[in-house]
């Protein structure tokens, strides 16, 4: 068929020709399903994958998919593609949705030291990148951005963008004098009136939802009072946004959900969630962000020499610096002399079991990481969050599900997070099999955003 001169490059390099989009549109005419395609149009074909498309059913071996400016316009059998020609032939890979971290925080932090001097357009531009590397191609910031992100965003938004899709909270709603954010980002409020009025200046510039902390750090701060929270929660609403809260304690949880928040960005971690908070987060719709489970982890991993020191997948995203100093005894040994550090493997402990209570209760749920702040690796930690899932009982496929189309509907995102006709193409190309063993999610092969090849550090 005409096909078969297709130039032989449009596919890999992308460039726009005349004759390919004339095929096209020929080709698509005749199956109906491309009628609406513009005259001039970038192609890329991939076939003869397995495809693991995000929603949670059966992997498909031999499918093909056909993608036009960026966006999927087809997915099915190989052997029925309607576009053949400079098709990329990917047998034996298998192919994933374009992985969504649902907490995570960015440009802040310089080898293991965390300022908001460091949040320049430039440092967040190469935290995009390193999680794009890892297969992470959407994340969502929680609370520590400043406002020369909504650029970043608008221009990803705008057009294709060749790093990882952002979204944000702006700056996160903190209590005065008690946790969370960085300091000379976030605008500590001190009543309820305060509280609005930050929720309202937050999404004046856009943000894509708004996010609070409510904690007392292990009671060594005071906690963000509940005429704030409910404050912070009907404004976010008033403005038409959903609002997710940092949580530790279940009576907190409880409150919150009682008060109306849309999703905690943490695990329950100082007692077991119980059927009252799951029923209400069941019937309201409140979904568990983030579990967390690599953080807890991390809060204790680095008080001795941790396996990951020597792994070439963690240490591919950090600096020297970063290394030497988490490698370093005299580190280890002040991480583990902290006050608290006795109580963190019971915290941890605490947030696996609760993400499958949640789960056998129906509560939906993402994969976040909380990654960025100082030893909280970009990119890696979602790896180590799916592999904990695993070893928490979930299936691996049930850990991509979440970490793909669950998450994608947690940040409203209808057109990312799984491998279907009018998505964005962000994908990941393995070399191996994730769904026999979550570990090979680390084997990338590739990674794709809106249909373009994105660099790897490893390249
Ligand atoms: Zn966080």
């Known amino acids: 068929m005409g096909n078969a001169i297709l130039p032989n490059n449009t596919a890999r390099h992308g460039r726009k020709t005349r004759l390919a989009g004339r095929l096209l549109a020929a080709t698509a005419g005749a199956i109906g399903l491309f009628a609406t395609l513009p005259a001039l149009a970038e192609t890329l074909v991939v076939k003869n994958f397995t495809l693991i498309d995000g929603r949670g059913g059966a992997a498909t071996p031999n499918s093909a998919m056909v993608v036009e400016d960026g966006r999927i316009v087809w997915v099915g059998p190989s052997a029925q593609a309607p576009v053949d020609a400079a098709a990329i032939d990917l047998t034996g890979k298998f192919v994933i949705p374009g992985l969504i971290d649902t907490h995570i925080h960015m440009g802040n932090v310089h080898d293991l030291t965390q300022d908001e001097r460091f949040y320049t357009t430039e440092n967040v531009e190469a935290d995009l990148r390193t999680y794009a590397s890892y297969g992470f191609t959407t994340v969502a910031v929680m609370g520590t951005d400043k406002d020369s992100v909504f650029a970043v965003r608008n221009a990803e938004r705008a057009g294709r963008p060749t790093m990882t899709r952002l979204f944000t909270a702006g700056q996160g709603i903190v209590f005065r004098g008690g ?23 937050q999404a004046a510039k856009g ?75 069941k019937e309201k719709g409140i979904v568990q962000v983030a579990a967390t489970l690599s953080r807890e982890a991390a809060m204790f991993a680095y008080g001795k020499p941790a396996p990951q020191l020597d792994d070439p997948f963690f240490k591919q995203s950090l600096s020297p610096e970063a290394l030497r100093l988490l490698a370093s005894p005299e580190r280890q040994k ?18 696996m079991a609760n993400l499958k209570r949640e789960a056998a209760a129906g509560v939906h749920y993402g994969v976040g990481t909380d990654s960025g702040p100082p030893g909280r690796v970009a990119g890696y930690s979602g790896h180590w969050e799916m592999e904990l899932m695993v070893k928490d009982g979930f299936t691996p496929g049930q850990a991509i599900q979440a970490a793909t189309g669950y998450g994608a509907e947690i940040l409203g995102a209808k057109d990312l997070g799984t491998i279907e006709r009018a998505k964005w193409a962000d994908f990941v190309v393995l070399d191996a099999d994730p769904l026999k063993d ?11 955003i809106a249909g373009r090849k994105v660099r790897s550090v490893a390249q």
Do not use: C
């Open 179 to 201: 946790y969370g954010g960085v300091p000379g980002i976030n605008r500590p409020v001190a009543n309820a009136r305060e509280a609005a009025i930050e929720v309202d200046a």
């Open 207 to 281: 943000a894509d939802y708004i996010k609070f902390w409510l904690d007392d750090e292990l009671a060594t701060m005071p906690k963000m009072p509940p005429e704030i929270s409910q404050a912070v929660i009907d404004a976010a609403h008033r403005n038409g946004l959903k609002v997710f809260a940092h949580i530790f304690y279940l009576e907190d949880a409880k409150r919150l959900a009682a008060q109306g928040v849309d999703g905690f960005v943490h695990s329950v971690r100082d007692k077991p969630v119980d059927k009252e908070l799951t029923d209400a987060m």
């Open 334 to 351: 002040s991480v583990a002399s902290a006050p608290a550090f006795p109580r963190l493997p019971g915290f941890f402990d605490t947030a």
């Open 438 to 448: 979550i570990r090979n999610t680390r084997k990338i092969n590739s990674v794709y």
